[in-house]
């Protein structure tokens, strides 16, 4: 890994570190400024001519800084000749403007791809996108992993014996299908309506929970109105106990206090994509690291190997 360079931005540094350590690389040092008129200018510390260069940098609160601070990062890194250069972002926050669904609308996702590869990525590493068609908006080669092994390892010592993994919505049944098959157990799928800010209402249910503890699957918790919801309806339908499982831990406004007050949820586990998630404190929070998956998938792009078995869900 001699001719590997690690950087990271503001976003990325936490992760960074734990993946360098699994790497066995030093994570090399970056100089970020601000100027009197508030624009932002980053500094490359180390030589990367030549170099396989990988910038860690989850799209986070403040995106627009964290984004801004990641095209700075790739366009010092192009000027520095560096031989490939890799987005690692563990969180994209902009996939969720994947669609036209109003008039007159921006595609966000689209648009954040475009500037990567205008700015000199020649390939992105990220983990579970917010829909399948954020992915066909890079049109340079594009990893995506995801955390399911990490979550069922977690999950998997458990007393899964009255278990079903739910759905919230039929977008990530796949998902869930490919989970509960990990954990060896059935899955159900709720029908989701959201209508405009975050109200959200769950109007069915497809599956037996009667009587069941409930592993609630979703890729990403934010404001958690949908989480808050489908416990309501997981309660109306005689559920025993309900953990919630996630890989992108945003958790604004007091998200995980207010999911956390609902007693019968016994559980809340996320990664460690979002890097506010792990400076939460409740005793019903837990952080799992995908730091190593994401170090493996950098030690296999570097050496030409495959990646595939790292984010095929349907490969256990």
């Not at 030690?299 to 349907?314: K, M, N, Q, Y």
Request: proline share 4%.
């Amino acid at each position: 890994m001699a001719e590997v360079r690690v950087f990271a931005g503001t976003g990325g540094q936490r992760f960074a570190h734990e993946m360098c350590a699994d790497l066995d690389v030093a994570l090399s040092p970056i100089k970020i400024q601000r100027f009197a008129n508030d624009c932002l200018q980053v500094q490359l510390l180390e030589n990367c001519r030549e170099r396989d260069v990988y910038l860690v940098q989850s799209v986070v609160r403040p995106a627009q800084e964290s984004l801004m601070e990641l095209l700075l990062m790739v366009d010092a890194a192009k000027g520095a000749s560096a031989a490939r250069i890799t987005a690692v972002m563990p969180h994209f926050a902009y996939a969720r403007s994947d669609k036209k669904d109003a008039p007159r609308i921006s595609l966000g996702g689209r648009l954040v791809a475009d500037l990567l590869e205008t700015a000199g990525v020649n390939r992105i590493l990220t983990m579970t996108l917010h829909a399948p068609q954020v992915h066909a908006f890079f049109r340079v080669p594009t990893d995506q992993l995801n955390a399911l092994r990490d979550l069922a390892a977690h999950f998997l010592p458990s007393d899964l014996s009255k278990a079903t993994v739910v759905s919230p919505d039929l977008g990530n049944a796949k998902s869930a299908s490919a989970f509960a098959k990990m954990l060896g157990i059935p899955v159900a799928a709720a029908a989701k309506e959201r209508f405009d800010g975050d109200r959200v209402e769950i109007t069915s249910l497809i599956g037996d929970v009667t009587g069941r503890d409930i592993i609630v699957l979703d890729d990403e918790i934010a404001n958690g109105s949908t989480i808050i919801a489908i416990l309501d309806l997981l309660r109306e339908h005689g559920a025993r106990s309900v953990r919630i499982a996630c890989t992108h831990g945003i958790f604004a406004n007091d998200a995980v206090h207010r999911i956390a007050a609902d007693p019968d949820v016994v559980e809340i586990v996320t990664t460690n994509t979002v890097p506010s998630a792990g400076l939460l404190a409740h005793d019903k929070l837990t952080v799992i690291s995908v730091a190593p998956a994401f170090a493996e998938a950098v030690r296999r792009i570097h050496s030409g190997e495959s990646v595939s078995a790292l984010f095929d869900p349907t490969h256990v």
